[in-house]
């Protein structure tokens, strides 16, 4: 069972940066890719960022374009969220996510962002 843990969350004010870290308990190379979603109380999870193992391609929404970077280590098994010019609306729980045959999550980091 592959674990996935969150960390680097917390209180920023707007226009301020963060960088999230997802380790995980396996190779992350061996997943087929790896995201970040997030999710504001009382909205939807909603999609962030993605990279994949195979060649690198990268996605983001829209909503984060040029603002938030996704990055990964494969020898720490790690996965990174840079996360610049912040928004009150980019507050929300931030959920790392690795994709193979099955779909594994983390527990979650919150971000909170003041105006």
């Known amino acids: 069972q592959v674990q996935l843990v969150e960390s680097g969350g917390g209180l920023v004010q707007a226009g301020g940066s963060l960088r999230l870290s997802c380790a995980a308990s396996a190779s992350i190379s061996s997943f087929n890719n790896m995201g970040w979603y997030r999710q504001a109380p009382g909205k939807e999870r909603e999609f962030v960022a993605r990279?994949?193992?195979?060649?690198?391609?990268?996605n983001y929404a829209d909503s984060v374009k040029g603002r938030f970077t996704i990055s990964r280590d494969n020898g720490k098994n790690t996965m990174f969220l840079q996360m610049n010019s912040l928004k009150p609306e980019d507050t929300a729980v931030y959920y790392c996510?690795?994709?193979?045959?099955?779909?594994?999550w983390g527990q979650g980091t919150q971000v909170t962002v003041s105006s």
């Open positions: 990279i994949f193992s195979a060649g690198g391609s990268i």
């Open positions: 996510n690795a994709v193979s045959w099955t779909a594994y």
